[in-house]
């Protein structure tokens, strides 16, 4: 069983970067396919970026292309998520998500969840 642990949110302003840190116990973590989730206020779960267990494949949201990275450290049991070039629409609660499984999309695919650290861009 996978538990998640999530640092790195906070305040920045438009145009800035943050840098989403999700550190897994479990020895299977390795094995694992990880995403990253987000929730704006009102709005429902979305599904931000997701990376195979080797790192070799990863998937993100068209609103995120080219401004995020997702990447992921096996030996660390670590995923991140680099942002840059963030607007106020980024401003969410940001879930890690393990799936011991395929990459997916679908966040009802993944049973392990962080807690949430908020990031706030402001204008």
């Known amino acids: 069983q996978a538990q998640l642990v999530e640092s790195g949110g906070g305040l920045v302003q438009a145009g800035g970067s943050l840098r989403l840190s999700c550190a897994a116990s479990?020895?299977?973590?390795?094995?694992?396919?990880m995403a990253w989730f987000r929730q704006a206020p009102g709005k429902v779960r979305e599904f931000v970026a997701v990376?195979?267990?080797?790192?070799?494949?990863?998937d993100y949201a068209d609103s995120v292309k080219g401004r995020f990275t997702i990447s992921r450290d096996n030996a660390k049991s670590t995923v991140y998520l680099q942002m840059n070039s963030l607007t106020p629409e980024d401003t969410a609660d940001y879930y890690c998500?393990?799936?011991?499984?395929?990459?997916?999309?679908?966040?009802?695919?993944?049973?392990?969840w962080g807690q949430g650290p908020q990031v706030t861009v402001s204008s």
């Open positions: 990376i195979s267990w080797r790192g070799l494949s990863t």
């Open positions: 998500a393990a799936h011991n499984g395929y990459v997916s999309t679908t966040d009802s695919d993944y049973a392990y």
């Open positions: 479990g020895r299977m973590f390795s094995s694992y396919a």
